[in-house]
T-cell receptor, first 111, second 113 residues
């Protein structure tokens, strides 16, 4: 059973548009990470959020962690073709050290 | 620094054949991991090694074995490959706590016919 649900599964937008992807769980996250994966490569960590309600910004990317630590979102402002990739959320169970990944959202930004 | 390297990059096997996927890291990390990635499933942990000399099962260990040869190298072996093991395999490493950041290799694309 997959613990992390990501939505949508696929998103295609034009350059300059905004987009938001979501990561949800019925369980509380102890912390949550967002990764981006480009074709033919391994995932690369973008951010780790730990505190409920936390907001982190990385240039045009804004990451939010829900107050109850059961959900997170990634918002990209003015998307560029270089933002194209697979976005994965991943979390740890409260007392564990094993990372569980969501199914991913594939983002395509067309020029 | 090369980071995490994996060999081979591509492999085709017949059902029942065996093979070993190799992984090495040059970042002096203590912990290493093997994942498989299937469409729509994200990455699933097969095995991990918290430190040299230790290994532990992840979410989907059946059909696989691992060896932590030394601090740098962590190999994944398929003793008798099955079509269900067709996947992309990623090796990763991290400092003592995987909660900080895991660094991933480029992956091995395996097809079992």
């Amino acid at each position: 059973t997959q613990l992390l649900e990501q939505s949508p599964q696929f998103l295609s937008i034009q350059e300059g548009e905004n987009l938001t992807v979501y990561c949800n769980s019925s369980s509380v996250f102890s912390s949550l990470q967002w990764y981006r994966q480009e074709p033919g490569e391994g995932p690369v960590l973008l951010v780790t959020v730990v505190t409920g309600g936390e907001v982190k910004k990385l240039k045009r990317l804004t990451f939010q962690f829900g107050d109850a630590r059961k959900d997170s979102s990634l918002h990209i402002t003015a998307a560029q073709p270089g933002d194209t990739g697979l976005y994965l959320c991943a979390s740890f169970k409260a007392a564990g050290n094993k990372l569980t990944f969501g199914g991913g959202t594939r983002v395509l930004v067309k020029p | 620094n090369a980071g995490v390297t994996q060999t081979p990059k591509f492999q085709v096997l017949k059902t029942g054949q065996s093979m070993t996927l190799q992984c090495a890291q040059d970042m002096n990390h203590n912990s290493m991991y093997w994942y498989r990635q299937d469409p729509g499933m994200g990455l699933r942990l097969i095995y991990y090694s918290a430190s040299e000399g230790t290994t532990d099962k992840g979410e989907v260990p059946n059909g696989y074995n691992v060896s932590r040869l030394n601090k740098r190298e962590f190999s994944l072996r398929l003793e008798s490959a099955a079509p269900s093991q067709t996947s992309v395999y990623f090796c990763a490493s991290s400092w003592d706590s995987p909660r900080i950041e895991q660094f991933f290799g480029p992956g091995t694309r395996l097809t079992v016919l």
